[in-house]
């Protein structure tokens, strides 16, 4: 089994400020893979393999991380604000839209019944001759029913 290591235990080995780290694996989720660099216990805390370790002193290589970098991290965090509205918002409208797609379909379904456009009627007829071949047209809805009865002209 690999060492895992904390993120205080990370800064020490690296001589990376852990504020430094934070803020990377914070602000750059895309770098830093879960299982690959980090791994997450239990309890959720971040946990640091040794291949973590060495991208963190490459990334220390590149970026010549101090202190200033803390601060300079702390003042650039506007992106990271924008992200996370971001994705509350993004959580939300799914929420809302789960929530309001069965009685939207119904909705669209009744329309395609008592106002069917040529494509509706198209879509309807496929769908109902593919259940007739399958042998389960027992399974369509009765709403299809009055559809069928008209659509037979052809």
Same mark, same amino acid.
């Given at each position: ?50 291949? #973590?370790?060495? /991208? ?7 970026? @010549?991380? !101090?202190?200033? &970098?803390? $601060? ?9 604000l924008l992200e996370s509205l971001l ?15 069965? #009685?939207?379909? /119904? ?7 008592? @106002?069917? !456009?040529?494509? &509706?009627? $198209?879509?309807v007829t496929l769908s109902v001759n593919a259940a007739l071949n399958a042998g ?19």
């Amino acid at each position: 089994m690999q060492n895992l290591y904390t993120t205080p235990e990370a800064a020490k080995i690296t001589d990376i400020p852990e504020s430094t780290i934070r803020s990377w694996l914070r602000r750059h989720p895309g770098v830093f893979q879960i299982d690959a660099h980090v791994a997450i216990d239990e309890h959720g805390q971040k946990l640091w393999t040794e291949a #973590g370790i060495e /991208l963190l002193h490459s990334r220390r290589a590149t970026k @010549n991380a !101090t202190e200033d &970098d803390a $601060e300079f991290d702390a003042e650039s965090d506007a992106p990271d604000l924008l992200e996370s509205l971001l994705e509350e918002d993004a959580q939300r409208l799914a929420r809302e839209y789960w929530r309001q797609l069965p #009685g939207r379909t /119904l909705h669209r379904i009744k329309q395609m019944r008592d @106002n069917p !456009t040529p494509e &509706d009627r $198209e879509v309807v007829t496929l769908s109902v001759n593919a259940a007739l071949n399958a042998g389960t047209e027992h399974l369509l809805l009765p709403t299809y029913q009055p559809m069928l009865l008209e659509g037979d002209e052809t």
